[in-house]
Nanobody, 118 residues
């Protein structure tokens, strides 16, 4: 069982930056695949970025070159650094944890709002 809590969301101007954090507890964090997803009203929750146990990363095309996902296993925390933000990035951002060792494990945080507006 894992619990996730996101933080760092807020209001930022276009072109600005934010860093989201996701603190995990109740699991062996270093053995989880972590990800960030986002959702806007009327749309499906969409994958933004993932980071594997070995640190390898994948990004959705629209955020490549602008967002960076990272993890600090000592702090049980995953981050999403968001630069050059656009209004289209406005969404609720969710942290996700999956385990290649426990197929039924798929945990979500409650989300944090990111609003990009001038």
């Amino acid at each position: 069982q894992v619990q996730l809590v996101e933080s760092g969301g807020g209001l930022v101007q276009p072109g600005g930056s934010l860093r989201l954090s996701c603190a995990a507890s109740g699991s062996i964090f270093s053995r989880n695949v972590m990800g960030w997803y986002r959702q806007t009203p009327g749309k499906e929750r969409a994958q933004v970025a993932t980071i594997a146990i070995d640190g390898s990363t994948n990004y959705e095309d629209s955020v490549k070159g602008r967002f960076t996902i990272s993890r600090d296993n000592a702090k049980n925390t995953v981050y999403l650094q968001m630069n050059s933000l656009k209004p289209e990035d406005t969404a609720v951002y969710f942290c996700n944890a999956k385990s290649p060792f426990i197929p039924t494990m798929n945990a979500w945080g409650p989300g944090t709002q990111v609003t990009v507006s001038s």
